[in-house]
């Protein structure tokens, strides 16, 4: 049972390039989330999707755009890199929103993005 | 603003002697709060849960916690620390059920375990 994949985990990007980095779960989860971690600032979440087809901003949105064509993928993209986007990018996903109530979060092992 | 903090932001500890990670949350409402853990190059797994039901919560791998809500504490104990619990640990809060349910993060707490 694989859960949440992210592909690429690295990936090392020159200013101004951009990328797309991919979530797939295999839960049947109606929610997804991209978070990005930072030393210091626990996880802040950046775009969510409350199912297939729809995506909502988080709390630090700028500078990334989302998908979700498909149930069980999950793509954010960067159109413009910038090194303030120097991050480790995490998806979740879950049955319940934000794992409230009985549910939870699933978490996806990272990606880490640096922009030189 | 409701928010959550973690009072330590590195905790060592001795295999074998007890883990406190402290957590102390704000918040209008009866917030829904957990403990994720983050083993190193992994992803946040949940360790345990508190959604109104028992003050003291059990989780995985001998860890609890206990919700006091007169101190607005969380704080995450386990009576005897293993080297497999290095890890980073989060305390995360649902501050409300309304329309800006969502998650908060603490900064984390880093536990190291020496032998």
């Known amino acids: 049972n694989a859960g949440v994949t992210q592909t690429p985990k690295f990936r090392v990007l020159k200013t101004g390039q951009s990328m797309t980095l991919l979530c797939a779960q295999d839960?049947?989860?109606?929610?997804m989330y991209w978070y990005r971690q930072d030393p210091g600032m626990g996880l802040r979440l950046i775009h969510y999707s409350v199912g297939e087809g729809t995506t909502a901003k988080g709390e630090v949105p700028d500078g990334y755009n989302v998908s979700r064509l498909k149930k069980q993928n999950f793509l954010l993209g960067l159109e413009s890199a910038a090194p303030s986007q120097t991050s480790v990018y995490f998806c979740?996903?879950?049955?319940?929103?934000?794992?409230?109530?009985?549910?939870?979060?699933?978490f996806g092992e990272g990606s880490r993005l640096t922009v030189l | 603003a409701q928010s959550v903090t973690q009072l330590d932001s590195h905790v060592s500890v001795s295999e074998g002697t007890p883990v406190l990670l402290r957590c102390n949350y704000s918040s209008s409402y009866s917030p829904s709060l957990f403990w994720y853990v983050q083993h190193p190059n992994k992803g946040l797994q949940l360790l345990l849960k508190?959604?109104?039901?028992?003050?003291l919560v059990k989780g995985i791998n001998g860890f609890e916690a206990e919700f006091k809500k007169s101190e607005t504490s969380f704080h995450l104990t386990k009576p005897s620390a293993h080297m497999s619990d290095a890890a980073e640990y989060f305390c995360?809060?649902?501050?409300?059920?309304?329309?800006?349910?969502?998650?908060?993060f603490g900064s984390g707490t880093r536990l190291l375990v020496r032998p």
């Open positions: 839960m049947n989860h109606e929610y």
């Open positions: 995360v809060v649902i501050p409300d059920e309304d329309s800006s349910y969502k998650l908060i």
């Open positions: 979740a996903s879950s049955y319940v929103l934000y794992g409230g109530g009985d549910g939870e979060l699933f």
């Open positions: 508190y959604t109104s039901a028992a003050t």
